[in-house]
């Protein structure tokens, strides 16, 4: 069993920049996949970044040049560094990882980019 704790979010101006973070209660070093997803009011969830344990990236379009994925195995931590936030980022950043098949989410937190 592992526990996704997601932090770091809030309000924000246009052009602002946050950092999401992830702790997870267990090891993220062997996963198969491990990333971020959002979910917007009136909106499917849909992928922003997600990484394989081969190190394969997958990064949403619209974030490509302005988010960054990252995660340090030490500390079992991933990172969201997003910055030129516009409104249309703002949603419910969920994280989420798959171990085994078996996939885990985060509560969610809520991101808002508004003036």
């Known amino acids: 069993q592992v526990q996704l704790v997601e932090s770091g979010g809030g309000l924000v101006q246009p052009g602002g920049s946050l950092r999401l973070s992830c702790a997870a209660s267990?090891?993220?070093?062997?996963?198969?996949?491990v990333g971020w997803y959002r979910q917007a009011p009136g909106k499917l969830r849909e992928v922003v970044a997600l990484?394989?344990?081969?190190?394969?990236?997958n990064l949403a379009d619209s974030v490509k040049g302005r988010f960054t994925l990252s995660k340090d195995n030490a500390k079992n931590t991933l990172y969201l560094q997003m910055n030129s936030l516009k409104p249309d980022d703002t949603a419910v950043y969920f994280c989420?990882?798959?171990?085994?098949?078996?996939?885990?989410w985060g509560q969610g937190t809520q991101v808002t980019v508004s003036s």
């Open positions: 267990g090891s993220i070093s062997s996963v198969n996949v």
């Open positions: 989420y990882s798959n171990i085994g098949g078996r996939s885990y």
């Open positions: 990484v394989t344990g081969g190190g394969n990236l």
